[in-house]
């Protein structure tokens, strides 16, 4: 992730004064809203899960198809044409799957940051209720990270690797250098040949999806507007 600019930032002077006049009926309603975040929440996580899952199964399936493919045709033409084939639906399926982690991870971050606003409200309400809270009350992204994933600054580089989307990536990215190593057995490149085209792809592919996913969070920060941004240290 970029470091946030500090034209991102809204002017403590411009931010919302807070009001401890919250009556009854708004109180209702922000809880009302804040239970909707959550629901919504719910589902993104879920269709992020089932979307993952099914990619993997699909991968495992192909998998298992070639492994009984093998036999019957000795890594010759018949495995090539089959393996060119299934494999390249499976590589689609993985980067339809990374887009849609993608928008559902900013759906997420914004129904994160809408809970915070809610949160905020609270506090202005309650402030002596603010030891009692592990979840931040700020809507920038420092306060939607240490809501969503426990995080009280930015994530080391690797972190990437370890979330969903990145696992995926590098499955995918491996799924594509087996594309380009089977179809250089095909044209009778060789092992070494194969592998290194296979190693080659894997590379790119890799960087596109890195590439892709830095854009992506560059255009979702850019679009989101703090109300209540964290305070300096």
């Known amino acids: 992730m970029l470091e946030p600019e500090s034209t991102s930032r809204v002017p403590p002077a411009e931010a919302p004064?807070?009001?401890?006049?919250?009556?009854?009926?708004?109180?209702?309603?922000?809880?009302t809203e804040h239970w909707s975040l959550l629901a919504a929440r719910s589902l993104v996580y879920t269709e992020a899960m089932s979307r993952t899952s099914i990619f993997v199964a699909a991968l495992t399936g192909s998998v298992v198809a070639l492994a009984l493919v093998d036999p019957a045709t000795d890594f010759g033409d018949g495995f090539v044409a089959f393996g060119l084939v299934l494999l390249p639906v499976v590589y689609f399926l993985g980067v339809a799957t990374m887009v849609r982690l993608g928008q559902v991870n900013w759906e997420d971050a914004r129904w994160?940051?809408?809970?915070?606003?809610?949160?905020?409200?609270?506090?202005?309400?309650?402030?002596?209720?603010?030891?009692?809270f592990v979840t931040s009350r700020y809507d920038d992204d420092l306060g939607i990270l240490q809501s969503s994933v426990a995080m009280h600054g930015w994530p080391p580089w690797w972190q990437?690797?370890?979330?969903?989307?990145?696992?995926?990536?590098?499955?995918?990215?491996v799924v594509a250098g087996a594309v380009v190593g089977i179809a250089a057995i095909g044209l009778d490149l060789g092992t070494a040949a194969s592998i290194a085209l296979g190693a080659v792809a894997f590379a790119i592919s890799l960087g596109g999806f890195v590439?892709?996913?830095?854009?992506t969070i560059a255009r979702g920060r850019a679009e989101f507007s703090a109300r209540f941004p964290t305070p300096d240290a």
Request: net charge neutral; aromatic share 8%; hydrophobic share 45%.
């Open 17 to 31: 004064s807070p009001s401890h006049q919250l009556g009854p009926q708004a109180l209702q309603i922000l809880q």
């Open 112 to 132: 994160v940051q809408g809970m915070n606003r809610i949160r905020h409200a609270y506090l202005d309400a309650a402030p002596e209720l603010e030891p009692y």
């Open 160 to 173: 990437v690797f370890v979330a969903v989307p990145g696992v995926v990536a590098v499955i995918d990215s």
């Open 211 to 215: 590439t892709w996913g830095r854009r």
